[in-house]
Each structure stands twice: as structure tokens, then as C-alpha cells.
């Protein structure tokens, strides 16, 4: 399997653009999580679905993150509009419902200058 | 709320010694614990799954204990190799709950 696949791996914006990250899980996954990575909060889950429904948003730092996951197998985070402070590196994990461990995207590196 | 710390933060050691990592979290009543390896600029591993009701789970070197009545739980590390040099980080989750509660880390060097 190729593991979890997330694009891009690097982006880099300006300000006030909006972002899209996208998220491929591994074929049969039914759980999805995004994650943010920052130095000063280390790793924070955002949001996640199981069967394409989201079951907890409370991670969402504002109104300005959207997830949507259309179908089992792409899921995309939106950042509209983007703030330096989002600069982060943002990972997607799939899983099994019925199983314990997340498997990690190589994970997608925002700088929002 | 569950918060989880990683001491030390960093940790240096000559090839060949064992180590020990240490994960703490506040809140302890029937939680699961996780250890991961996160490389540079790739994602996160897992490494060992501790069950609420286990107390330690070994693979090939690599040792975790959970103490629930301390809070505490601890990764050992056997023989230590420079291919070892990593950040670990422990995460936290409550069974039948998918929400992983992630520590500080800690980044290990091995050097040869």
C-alpha cells in the first residue's frame, strides 16, 4: 500500500490567500484525522471523520478552517483566508475504526508569509 | 483536560547505551498510551501500544511501561543506534475514543 498520501508537501502563500491541503488515506480506512504541528503547541488534532461524517471539529482553531471529506478516499483542509500564524506543518492519519493505531501522512509544510 | 509531558526534551547519548524516555499526563482514569517516531520532515510512526488494562508491551529493543496510578509511563530503549535518532512522541486516547492527546517529545541523538 502506498501509505497515506498528502498534497503538497511544501506550500507557501501570502497572506489573506486560501490554502488547500488534500489527504488520500490508505484504501479501506474508514477514520480520517487532521493534525497541526507547531513548535510552540506542538501536535494538535483539528478535526476527524469516521465513514466521511465528521465526529469532532473542536480542534478547529477558527472559522477560517473548513474539512470536508467528499467520498472515503480525499479529504481536503481549507484555510480562507490564510494568517502567518497557520504556519505550520499539517498531517492526515487514517485508521480503522475498530483498530487503535493511525497511520501518518509524510504531512504537507504551509508557510503563510 | 488531559494535558501530556515529555521529559527530557532532548536527550544526547553515545551509540550503544540504553535510555529511558519519560511521558507523564495528568488525567489517567482507563487511557491508552501511544508511542510514536516522528523523523525530520516525515511523519509520525507508531512504535508501541500500550492497552489500559497491559502495564508493557516490548518490540525486538524497544520497551513501554504504563503506571495508570502515577501517571506515568516510560520507553526504554535497548543498545541504543545512531538510526535510533528521532523525536518520540507519546500520545494519550481513551478506549472506544479515537482522540490521540500527543506529548511534547522528546528528540533523541545517537552519535556514533
Known amino acids: 500500500d502506498a501509505g497515506v498520501i498528502q498534497s503538497p508537501r511544501h506550500e507557501v502563500t501570502e497572506m489573506g490567500q486560501e490554502v488547500t491541503l488534500r489527504c488520500k488515506p490508505i484504501?479501506?480506512?474508514?477514520?480520517l484525522f487532521w493534525y497541526r504541528q507547531t513548535m510552540m503547541r506542538g501536535l494538535e488534532l483539528l478535526i476527524y471523520?469516521?465513514?466521511?461524517?465528521?465526529?469532532?471539529d473542536s480542534g478547529m482553531p477558527e472559522d477560517r478552517f473548513s474539512a470536508k471529506m467528499p467520498n472515503a478516499s480525499f479529504s481536503t483542509l481549507k484555510i480562507q483566508p490564510s494568517e502567518p500564524r497557520d504556519s505550520a506543518v499539517y498531517f492526515c492519519?487514517?485508521?480503522?475504526?475498530?483498530?487503535?493505531?493511525?497511520?501518518f501522512g509524510p504531512g504537507t509544510r504551509l508557510l503563510v508569509l | 483536560k488531559q494535558e501530556v509531558t515529555q521529559i527530557p526534551a532532548a536527550l544526547s547519548v553515545p551509540e550503544g547505551e540504553n535510555l529511558v524516555l519519560n511521558c507523564s499526563f495528568t488525567?489517567?482514569?482507563?487511557?491508552?498510551l501511544q508511542w510514536f517516531r516522528q523523523d525530520p520532515g516525515k511523519g509520525l510512526t507508531s512504535l508501541l501500544l500500550?492497552?489500559?488494562?497491559?502495564r508493557e508491551q516490548t518490540s525486538g529493543r524497544l520497551n513501554a511501561s504504563l503506571d495508570k496510578s502515577s501517571g506515568r509511563s516510560t520507553l526504554y530503549i535497548a543498545a541504543s543506534q545512531p538510526g535510533d535518532s528521532a523525536t518520540y512522541l507519546c500520545?494519550?486516547?481513551?478506549?472506544?475514543?479515537?482522540?490521540?492527546?500527543f506529548g511534547t517529545g522528546t528528540r533523541l541523538l545517537v552519535s556514533p
Open positions: 484504501s479501506g480506512h474508514n477514520s
Open positions: 500500550i492497552q489500559s488494562s497491559q
Open positions: 471523520f469516521n465513514n466521511n461524517v465528521p465526529i469532532d
Open positions: 500520545a494519550v486516547f481513551r478506549t472506544g475514543f479515537q482522540k490521540l492527546v
Open positions: 492519519a487514517s485508521s480503522l475504526i475498530s483498530k487503535e493505531t493511525q497511520y
Open positions: 488525567d489517567s482514569a482507563i487511557y491508552n
